[in-house]
């Protein structure tokens, strides 16, 4: 008889993936203890491997890729992935005998969730956006539980899904004093801090506009401010060469791995729309002006959305952004302490930081487990 119950958790190779994944394993560990043990599925991104190598938990890798609709050429490409992926998702899931299976999206979830499902393993999948994505609406008919992360707008409520927020890492979620975080990062403890970041591999349009826009900034205000860019591995060397014809008082980083220090640190931020960047400034209640991803189904602009509807957040489309548009809601927020008050308290409203217990919890009562003496 096996002594301690296994479970898997699939989830794409983005930093965005991993990390709400990391989240929630580490809370497992820490409510049963030495009764369970956690492996992960994910894709062959290198990011995603360093993160993982860096953990406690074991991982195999999976050969599947997304589905590209705008590249109809590359088809084939996602068929043959899936093929092999599903091979070796069979091998590993029939092979390891999990007890309890995890989604977190993305199509590398899809075919361990099937070998688990023809096991007649319980499952749980988890949507990390606003709208769900083609894979988890494949999957979620099946599914023993669904998690959603923001509240269900369908008009359908079902009765096996619950609303738990997407899992935070310990590492983004903590706040710190926001004098010693600027001293860290080599900034100066009372200047109005700017945060700009376009998700884990960076995006190269808000990397260019963001940089020009401080370019041509006029000098008064360029004294005013200081700014923390990550940029993403690509972009880091063209990035930083342009920061130092900006005059300003800047740091860049291609990732930071402990971004509860930059979280502090900063007053306001630009950023893209994924859902773990969004529940992290919604921990921190930092105003934001946030630039969806405009493909992807659009995920992050139903993300976007959530906050805008709600005064969390000012929200520039992509086909609308430019230098102008965006020094003008950067200007905006800089000046008007009011608005950012407002922000903060409506970011605060919509903060979940207890998602990672959610889901633990939800996987111990499937599983029938008991929580760990302390």
Sequence with gaps: MRDKKKIFIACGGSAGHIFPGLA???????????????SFLTTD??????????SRFDFHTL??????????????????SLIKGSLKSMRIIFSGKPDFFVGFGAYVAGPPFVASSLLGVPTLIHEQNAAMGRANRMMRAFATKVALSFPDDTGKPSK????????????????????????????????????VMGGSQGSSGINIITVDMFKNMDAGSK???????????SDYENVKA????????????????????????????????????????????????????????????????????RGAACVIDEKDLSEETLLSKLAELMKDGGLRDS????????????????????????MKLKTRSL
Aim: some cysteine; glycine content about 8%; overall charge positive.
């Design 160 to 195: 096996n899904t619950v609303v738990t927020g997407n899992p935070i890492s310990a590492l983004a979620v903590n706040v710190q004093d926001k004098g010693v975080c600027r001293e860290f990062l080599s900034l100066e403890t009372d200047r109005f801090t700017v945060l």
């Design 24 to 38: 929630l394993a580490e809370e497992i560990i820490k409510d049963y203890g030495d009764s369970v043990e956690v």
């Design 343 to 366: 922000m903060k308290a409506a970011m605060g409203s919509l903060a979940k930081t207890d998602a990672a217990k959610a889901l633990s919890n939800e996987i111990g009562r499937l």
């Design 45 to 54: 991104n290198a990011l995603g491997k360093s993160l993982l190598r860096e």
């Design 223 to 233: 004294n005013k401010i200081q700014v923390v860019h990550i940029c993403g591995e």
């Design 242 to 309: 342009e920061y130092g014809k900006t005059g300003m008082r800047h740091v860049v980083y291609p990732f930071f791995k402990g971004m509860g220090v930059v979280y502090s640190a900063a007053d306001v931020a630009i950023s893209r729309a994924g859902s773990s960047a969004i529940f992290e400034l919604c921990a921190h209640r930092i105003p934001c002006i946030l630039i969806p991803y405009p493909f992807a189904e659009r995920h992050q602009t139903r993300n976007a959305s959530f906050l805008g509807d």
């Design 63 to 80: 050969p599947v890729k997304g589905l590209n609709i705008r590249s109809p050429g590359k088809l084939f490409s996602f068929a043959y």
